[in-house]
């Protein structure tokens, strides 16, 4: 296991208060992340206490835990490390009420026996956040306390405002982590480093020479359980308005003044100011095939399982670029790619059957899957007599580091932020309300969702959004497989 360098690690040790301790979320994600930060040393000490509808023990959640990294953490559990780890958890059932849960976080912070703070994550639907916010008020944990919100935050913008306003009744605005966790992905951080710690792109990352951008993250996945919750969410509100907005934000934001929160976040939330509202003429809103005969789903459910856009952010960086977001459900191929097509330069000097411009501009791609890549295509000459033209590429992939095993998946990397108190992928109320903002005329006047085949790239219409440019996926090529032995 690695080393964990001095200073990455919170100050405090940590007593986590796990809302939604048996959820779905819970044991993909944070159960096993928790157990990967203990275990890997980042947070000594660290004491969780779950909480749920769940009528059970201590005993129940440590075997819930257990089959949860069973079924889900991807790498090798350490049977000491189990034991270590089991014997940190603790269980209130929610029905036990705010004096319970005191009790139970009174014992976790003695039995430290040196200062800690608490970090309360609220993995809960919308409809149970604030009663959970209001029992940790009731339970007076609210000092020394940090509290992670999971979205969605408001499903339109009064909703939004109201909930912050419920929010602020209880912790203050810097208590408050609002988590999305694509900003956690390593490769996510990379657009950061990518942009503004080389002078090679920058000049160049602007209207004048950028044509359009696609962030593009079509799912193979269905709904399985979750499909209570996707019914009343649709695609735009789960993905769009959360995910795809802040990784378009990290692409279009000017230099930051400094790697802070504050100045992030105020860059973040200019682009956001000058976004356009989504016009829905600039909109597809599709549902595979199916879907209305699920378990659980409306016979006459209007919720989009697909939504594909055009939208605009009108600065000077960026009049007049379009921005194509594409997400869905069932679709061909799981992939998380942006994609910058470079304007083209005028062809004039090559003779006609060249193939110059024949495979589309120069792109600029980046693949956010956990083990990232990017690429740079050009047009080179064909080896041989004559001039003909090959679209090649520069590429590079994670792996190539040799620190594929140093990777923090994104719920580790933002737990530990949390705990550390580092906002700087988190987002911020503001930025929040004005994408509700934006999105308000689409949510009141939705154009009508179109069908499309289970496996497909979504309903037809998607390509005359896009006209005269195409989609990127699927790829034309093949990206390179790449040097393995960082894995
Ligand atoms: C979640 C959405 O936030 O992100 C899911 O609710 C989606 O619908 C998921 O599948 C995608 O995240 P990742 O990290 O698997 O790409």
């Given at each position: 296991m690695a080393k964990v360098p001095p200073g990455v690690g919170p100050q405090f040790p940590q007593v986590v208060v796990l809302f939604g301790a048996t959820g779905d979320l819970a044991k993909r994600k944070l159960l096993p992340g928790l157990f990967h930060l203990a275990s890997a040393g980042f947070i000594p000490g660290c004491r969780i206490i779950g909480v749920s509808l769940e009528d059970i023990d201590a005993d129940g959640f440590r075997e819930a835990a257990r089959s949860a990294l069973d079924a889900f953490f991807n790498r090798k559990?350490?049977?000491?490390?189990?034991?270590?780890?089991?014997?940190?958890?603790?269980?209130?059932?929610?029905?036990?009420g705010p004096a319970a849960l005191k009790a139970a976080v009174d014992a976790a912070r003695a039995s430290l026996g040196v200062e800690s703070r608490l970090l309360h994550y609220l993995s809960v639907p919308p409809s149970a956040a604030l009663s959970a916010v209001r029992m940790?008020?009731?339970?007076?944990?609210?000092?020394?306390?940090?509290?992670?919100?999971?979205?969605?935050?408001?499903?339109?913008?009064?909703?939004?405002?109201?909930?912050?306003?419920?929010?602020?009744?209880?912790?203050?605005?810097?208590?408050i982590f609002r988590i999305d966790h694509f900003l956690g992905k390593e490769p996510a951080q990379n657009i950061l480093a990518f942009r503004f710690a080389n002078g090679l792109f920058e000049p160049i990352w602007n209207?004048?020479?950028?044509?359009?951008?696609?962030?593009?993250?079509?799912?193979t996945l269905g709904?399985?359980?979750?499909?209570?919750?996707?019914?009343?969410?649709?695609?735009?509100?789960?993905?769009?308005?959360?995910?795809?907005f802040q990784?378009?934000?990290?692409?279009?934001?000017?230099?930051p003044t400094a790697l802070e929160p504050a100045p992030i976040s105020e860059e973040k939330n200019k682009v956001f100011r000058s976004m356009l509202p989504i016009q829905p003429a600039d909109v597809v809103r599709g549902q595979y095939s199916g879907y209305r005969s699920e378990e659980g789903v409306d016979p006459q459910s209007e919720t989009e399982t697909f939504i594909a856009l055009k939208c605009f952010i009108d600065n000077w960086r960026w009049a007049g670029v379009p921005f194509f977001l594409r997400t869905g459900k069932r679709l061909?191929?799981?992939?998380?790619?942006?994609?910058?097509?470079?304007?083209e330069p005028p062809k004039s000097m090559f003779p006609v059957g060249s193939g110059v411009g024949a495979q589309g501009p120069n792109h600029l791609t980046f693949d956010l899957a956990d083990a990232?890549?990017?690429?740079?295509?050009?047009?080179?000459?064909?080896?041989?007599?004559g001039m003909r033209l090959d679209k090649l590429s520069l590429q590079f992939a994670m792996h190539d580091t040799g620190l594929m095993g140093e990777v923090l998946e994104a719920y580790e990397r933002l737990i530990l932020d949390?705990?550390?108190?580092?906002?700087?992928?988190f987002t911020t109320a503001d930025g929040i309300e004005r994408l509700w903002q934006v999105s308000t005329q689409l949510l009141e006047s939705p154009p009508p969702v179109r069908l499309y085949e289970q496996g497909s790239w979504g309903p037809k219409s998607i390509h005359q959004l896009i006209a005269p440019h195409a989609w990127r996926l699927p790829f034309e090529r093949a990206w390179r497989a790449p040097n393995q032995s960082g894995a």
């Open positions: 559990v350490n049977a000491s490390d189990w034991e270590a780890f089991a014997a940190c958890l603790d269980y209130v059932p929610q029905s036990a940790l008020g009731e339970a007076q944990l609210v000092e020394q306390a940090r509290i992670v919100m999971e979205k969605p935050f408001g499903v339109d913008l009064a909703s939004a405002v109201a909930l912050n306003s419920k929010l602020h009744e209880v912790f203050d605005e810097e208590q209207r004048n020479f950028i044509d359009h951008i696609q962030i593009d993250v079509p799912e709904l399985g359980k979750r499909v209570g919750f996707y019914e009343q969410t649709g695609a735009y509100r789960d993905m769009v308005v959360t995910h795809l990784i378009l934000a990290f692409i279009a934001m000017e230099p061909a191929e799981g992939q998380r790619i942006i994609s910058i097509a470079f304007r990232s890549k990017m690429s740079l295509s050009f047009y080179g000459k064909r080896p041989g007599p949390a705990m550390r108190g580092d906002r700087t992928l």
